[in-house]
Nanobody, 119 residues
Framework: QVQLVESGGGSVQAGGSLRLSCAAS????????MGWYRQAPGKQRELVAS???????NYADSVKGRLTISRDDVKNMVYLQMNSLKAEDTAVYYC?????????????WGQGTQVTVSS
């Protein structure tokens, strides 16, 4: 059974840090490119960081230098270290494959984890 479970979100002040975790079960994550997406209120979901199966990382310009994605293919875990957080980082964060998974003809997403940054 495919399952993505995100955790580690919370409320922090600007300049603070958080570490998000994602447990990916039922998928061969070590063969997939994995990524962290986020969706802020009133905005579309966007890909902010990705880690390919061959070890290449990519970041959206808005988070470059502040967010770091990593993965543990033995444990089927994906992480997002978030430093120097800004108010504009406030969003629900989701992990998923890149591109996102399709299950039974529909895009599959976990429940996400809320990150709130106060200025």
């Amino acid at each position: 059974q495919v399952q993505l479970v995100e955790s580690g979100g919370g409320s922090v002040q600007a300049g603070g840090s958080l570490r998000l975790s994602c447990a990916a079960s039922g998928i061969m994550s070590r063969f997939n490119d994995m990524g962290w997406y986020r969706q802020a209120p009133g905005k579309q979901r966007e890909l902010v960081a990705s880690f390919t199966s061959v070890g290449i990382t990519n970041y959206a310009d808005s988070v470059k230098g502040r967010l770091t994605i990593s993965r543990d293919d033995v444990k089927n875990m994906v992480y997002l270290q978030m430093n120097s957080l800004k108010a504009e980082d406030t969003a629900v964060y989701y992990c998923n494959t890149v591109p996102r998974m399709i299950v039974n003809g529909r895009a599959y997403w976990g429940q996400g984890t809320q990150v709130t940054v106060s200025s």
